[in-house]
Nanobody, 119 residues
Framework: QVQLVESGGGLVQAGGSLRLSCAAS????????MGWFRQAPGKEREFAAA????????SYADSVKGRFTISRDNAKNTVYLQMNSLKPEDTAVYYC????????????WGQGTQVTVSS
């Protein structure tokens, strides 16, 4: 069992930055693929970014590529999402998730943190 707790959300003006953190419990954190997803009001949850267990091979949705950076610190059981050049369309609840490598679906999810970008 893995528990994920997100933090770092808030209200920011367009063009600003935020860094989200996701703290994970469990001794096997370093073996999981970690991802960030987001869900805007009235829309389905969508993939934002993911990173392999080693911190390499990050992947991004086209909508955030070049603006968001995912990273992880396995010693701290934490994954981060640095969000720069934020746009109003980035407004959403951001969720952290993890999965065993090779699986398609994510196994564990956090409760989410709200990010609101004002124009």
């Amino acid at each position: 069992q893995v528990q994920l707790v997100e933090s770092g959300g808030g209200l920011v003006q367009a063009g600003g930055s935020l860094r989200l953190s996701c703290a994970a419990s469990g001794r096997t954190f370093g073996t999981y693929v970690m991802g960030w997803f987001r869900q805007a009001p009235g829309k389905e949850r969508e993939f934002a970014a993911a990173v392999s267990w080693s911190g390499g091979m990050p992947s991004y949705a086209d909508s955030v590529k070049g603006r968001f950076t995912i990273s992880r610190d396995n010693a701290k059981n934490t994954v981060y999402l640095q969000m720069n050049s934020l746009k109003p369309e980035d407004t959403a609840v951001y969720y952290c998730a993890c999965k065993t490598p090779g699986r398609v679906q994510y196994d564990y999810w956090g409760q989410g943190t709200q990010v609101t970008v004002s124009s």
